[in-house]
């Protein structure tokens, strides 16, 4: 049974299985190695960037290390000098001060070559990598651009495509009928009548004082991969599996004051008015709690034809 009629939603990335990856340096883009729909592991290259920020940060790593060794010599020197108490201890304080910071300096150096070369490969050009696995949805990298870190839009958005969320705009009258781990179905335009099962995981905690809604964020499995982000989605509530009723197209409905009626076949050519009570009505099907069995067939098209038809009869 369907807690309410069908809400409007939207699919989109999941976001914990979805990276938005831009490039922390400033460069210009050599080649290219990955395009949109092509999967993609944590750690495989998707550009490779001429970057001078990659050039000035080898450079430092190079003049830290020769420094350090400069002042390393330096401090054995005044260490072996003041042993021998030649060298009074204020300057071998100062030597050791001297080494201690040089340590530091290249600490840094290679923390910020570490970040930028982690796998310690080649320092020639900047390559930028997948931090996950997953396929590419969408590209803003090309050939010859210049990037850099503030860049508004994202060079490559790495995700898992049979995970999905549906966002849905709760009415807050709703809001008592639904709670964590609540299923949905969720039906689009692109697959009519098939209907995709999802389960409620967040529900917000503000109400949008213009729209007088409440955010309900939901996840769906898309193993075929038949859903696609950004797609317009009709996301029914469900009861649990105690509340079952059985469902007929609106069409099939004959409406004769305040009772419902529908025609049952009961054998080839053969068919019976039953009243039939309903629990919900939606804007494509009816919910009927009692008049009909599971498996019986009711004339879903030209059933008020029919009924004209009964009743010039009589």
Not at 129 to 144: D, L
Not at 195 to 221: L, N
Request: hydrophobic share 40%; glycine share 6%.
């Amino acid at each position: 049974m369907p807690l309410a009629e069908p809400l409007n939603g939207r699919i989109a990335y999941n976001e914990n299985f979805t990276a938005r990856v831009s490039s922390p340096i400033a460069g210009r883009i050599v080649s290219i190695k990955l395009q949109p729909g092509d999967t993609v592991k944590a750690g495989d290259a998707l550009v490779a960037l001429d970057s001078p920020d990659l050039a000035q940060a080898v450079a430092d790593l190079h003049k830290a290390e020769a420094d350090e060794t400069r002042k390393r010599l330096a401090f054995e020197r005044a260490r072996k000098l003041h042993e021998g108490e030649v060298l009074p201890r204020k300057d071998y304080e100062s030597a050791e001060a001297d080494l201690a910071q040089a340590h530091a300096e290249m600490q840094r150096a290679q923390l910020r070559m570490r970040n930028l070369v982690p796998a310690g490969g080649a320092r020639e050009n900047y390559v930028l990598r997948a931090p996950i696995g997953g396929v590419v949805s969408e590209r803003k990298a090309n050939p010859g651009m210049e990037v850099r870190p503030d860049l508004p839009d994202p060079l490559y958005v790495i995700t898992d495509p049979k995970r999905l969320w549906v966002m849905i705009d709760l009415p807050e009258r709703n809001l008592s009928k639904v709670e964590p781990g609540h299923p949905v179905a969720v039906e689009v335009d692109a697959w009519p009548g098939e209907r995709f099962a999802g389960t409620i995981e967040k529900i917000g905690e503000t109400v949008d004082p213009a729209t007088r809604r409440i955010q309900v964020r939901c996840s769906v499995p898309n193993p075929a991969r038949k859903l696609k982000p950004e797609m317009y989605a009709r996301v029914t509530l469900l009861a649990d599996e105690n509340q079952r009723a059985l469902r007929v197209p609106n069409g099939a409905l004959i409406t004769e004051g305040l009772y419902s009626h529908v025609f049952v076949e009961k054998s080839p050519g053969v068919f019976e008015k039953r009243r039939v009570t309903l629990r919900l009505q939606d804007r494509d099907y009816s919910y009927v709690a009692s008049g009909l069995s599971p498996g019986e067939h009711v004339v879903a098209g030209g059933a008020l034809l029919l009924n004209s038809e009964l009743t010039a009869a009589n």
